[in-house]
């Protein structure tokens, strides 16, 4: 599944990340030095609005924000949501491209190392932006100059 990346297009990254501002963080960690805390942390200060989805932290709070258990949660409680972005294992992710779709989202974000062919298919056919193995934070700080941020 990793022998070759999913290319996405530049133009496409530059959209999400031009054009999308609230991302709602499927596995989002309360512990400090979780890849999903510094990815969001980093995110969160660059402008975006973090919406942490974790089922063992809801109701409390992460980087400041409510904690919802799923993206369905979030949305009935009034979040915008346009990205998901994945910190889960590649064989947990299918269902996620059908609750992004079903909650409004525009693009789906799988995080580096995560990729699986089934999440790809259900997100394309619903429309999606989709993104797979690599990092929001990696690509944000390329394409819009933060790479000496956090």
């Avoid at 496409?12 to 990815?39: F, M, N, Q, T």
Wanted: with cysteine; hydrophobic share 45%.
């Amino acid at each position: 599944m990793f022998d070759e990346a999913y290319d996405v297009m530049p133009d496409v990254l530059i959209k999400i990340l031009g054009d999308y501002h609230h991302i709602a963080v499927v596995g989002l960690s309360a512990k400090p030095r979780r890849p999903s805390r510094e990815v969001s942390a980093y995110m969160q200060e660059a402008g975006y609005n973090i919406i942490p989805i974790n089922p063992l932290y809801a109701g409390q709070q992460i980087l400041g924000q409510r904690v919802y258990a799923t993206l369905a949660d979030a949305a009935a409680a009034g979040e915008q949501i346009e990205i998901v972005n994945v910190f889960r294992r590649p064989e947990q992710t299918p269902p996620f491209a059908d609750e992004a779709a079903s909650v409004g989202a525009r693009a789906l974000w799988l995080q580096l190392g995560i990729a699986n062919d089934e999440t790809k298919r259900r997100a394309l056919a619903a429309g999606l932006l989709y993104v797979e193995n690599r990092c929001i934070k990696v690509e944000h700080a390329r394409l819009f100059g933060g790479l000496s941020l956090i």
